[in-house]
């Protein structure tokens, strides 16, 4: 199975800042990756597919790049509505992985 | 628009059966692939399988192979996740997501999940 790690796992930061999470894939997954914002007790939600394509009706704040086994995901002005969990997904093979996810807190 | 509603909570004694269902309405594929995916209290995201009911294709993950069985009833548009064999640690909210037709293993839509407990 293809092991998927953020960094960091949570994150403290204010209204207006820029954050950046990184995911790692254990092997190269090409652009394989998909990154999901999840409110708590809500499904998750897909931010960014194919490692820097925005989802249609995601605010423009969200990007990310990378590719082979390195990534980042990046929110350039951290809005009120953005705290939550953020996981990276690799869609490349099967099993389909999840990162553990980032918890992203109000300072 | 598409919409996955799901069933609702259910509560099973370790051992038992549940079968967890998940309505697809909208859009304007009559194929169309769906994906499970669990949650623990607290845990992260676990990918069970899928299941392409147009042509009943089924993919497990080996972890759960032999305890997991997807079905679908194509005319109402509707899938099944059945979990066999509970134990505790089965316990967690179940999602059904849809695959974005263009892009495998993609979930553009999701279900708004069904919590299952597990307890004696």
């Known amino acids: 199975d293809i092991q998927m790690t953020q960094s960091p796992s949570s994150l403290s930061a204010s209204v207006g800042d820029r954050v950046t999470i990184t995911c790692r894939a254990s092997q190269s997954i090409s652009s394989y990756l998909n990154w999901y914002q999840q409110i708590p007790g809500k499904a998750p939600k897909l931010l960014i597919y194919a490692a820097s394509t925005l989802q249609s009706g995601v605010p423009s704040r969200f990007s990310g790049s990378g590719s082979g086994t390195d990534f980042t995901f990046t929110i350039s002005s951290l809005q009120p509505e953005d705290f939550a969990t953020y996981y990276c997904?690799?869609?490349?093979?099967?099993?389909?992985?999840f990162g553990q996810g980032t918890r992203l807190e109000i300072k | 628009q598409v919409q996955l509603v799901q069933s609702g909570t259910e509560v099973r004694k370790p051992g038992s059966s549940v079968k967890v269902s998940c309505k697809a309405s909208?859009?304007?594929?009559?194929?169309?692939?769906l994906n499970w995916v669990r949650q623990a209290p607290g845990q992260g995201l676990e990918w069970m399988g899928r299941i392409i009911p147009k042509f009943d294709i089924k993919n497990y993950a080996q972890k759960f192979r032999g305890r997991v069985t997807f079905t679908a009833d194509e005319s109402a548009r509707t899938a099944y996740m059945e979990l066999s064999s509970l134990r505790s640690e089965d316990a967690a909210v179940y999602f059904c997501?849809?695959?974005?037709?263009?892009?495998?293993?993609?979930?553009?839509?999701w279900g708004q999940g069904t919590l299952v407990s597990v307890s004696s």
């Open positions: 997501a849809r695959e974005e037709p263009q892009y495998d293993f993609l979930f553009d839509y």
């Open positions: 997904q690799q869609s490349f093979r099967t099993p389909v992985t």
């Open positions: 909208g859009g304007t594929s009559n194929t169309y692939t």
